[in-house]
């Protein structure tokens, strides 16, 4: 598809739900006040592309629940509660605050925060169509080589080693394998990429733990004592 014909069916959601160009502008302030190096707008945008394309493949979606989901599925990262329970339950949390002033009300916020409490697959499993495109949108973000670039980012967003995150990461992407795409789209557009990346992230972490070591050298490795111990005066 396109990105103009997105934009289009974008600009008609909007048009017929103005609340939805609330929940925009609100999710693009607060990701940018937080100014994290992945889990961003532009990341948000990726995975609102991928929704609308998987969306525009399947009947009766609500898009004034899908639209607002995708916006702010990973509002959690932007307060400081996703340390504790998680940023899929923190951004839930915090999108039933953010919604109703925006003119939202029960049952369509009960419907957002599922969406985002399950586009994981930890906290919950994704139940409605709107959830299930939102977690295939979100896994197809790791589905191709151009996630190691994005890996880089965030190692630096959570201050993680390289061995950390794969420690982290290669479990999480074994489990969207095993449980599969939700939608025919999704499968279509992964077309095998998120196993080779897996792949990949073993390769990597064979390859620092066994072959090249030296990646994991840090100061402590270099010194018998610690380099305090020795006398900075120079005779
Ligand atoms: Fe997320
Ligand atoms: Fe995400």
């Not at 948000?44 to 399947?58: G, Q």
């Not at 109703?100 to 419907?111: C, E, F, H, N, W």
């Not at 994981?120 to 409605?128: F, H, R």
Request: hydrophobic share 40%; aromatic share 8%.
């Amino acid at each position: 598809m396109r990105i103009r014909t997105v934009k289009l069916t974008l600009d008609k959601h909007v048009k017929q739900d103005p609340r939805i160009l609330k929940v925009y502008f609100e999710a693009r302030r607060r990701y940018s006040e937080a100014g994290r190096e992945h889990h961003n707008f532009t990341h948000v945008m990726r995975d609102l592309y991928r929704s609308l394309v998987i969306a525009r493949e399947e009947s009766s979606v609500d898009y004034g629940i899908l639209i607002p989901a995708v916006l702010l599925h990973d509002i959690g990262f932007c307060t400081q509660k996703h340390i504790k329970v998680g940023h899929d339950v923190a951004g839930a949390e915090l999108a039933m605050q953010i919604l109703p002033p925006l003119g939202y009300a029960s049952p369509t916020i009960q419907a957002i925060s599922h969406c985002i409490r399950a586009h994981k697959g930890l906290a919950e499993l994704p139940q409605s169509l709107e959830a299930k495109i939102l977690y295939d949108a979100d896994v197809l973000e790791k589905a191709g080589l151009v996630f190691l670039f994005f890996a880089g980012r965030i190692t630096v967003e959570f201050k993680e080693t390289v061995e950390h995150f794969l420690k982290r990461d290669i479990p999480h992407r074994e489990k969207e394998i095993s449980r599969g795409f939700y939608t025919q789209k999704a499968r279509e557009m992964d077309g095998g990429r998120l196993a080779i990346l897996r792949s990949m992230l073993q390769r990597i972490q064979k390859e620092i733990k066994e072959e090249r070591i030296d990646y994991s050298v840090t100061e402590k490795d270099l010194w018998l004592e610690p380099p305090e111990s020795h006398s900075t005066s120079i005779p």
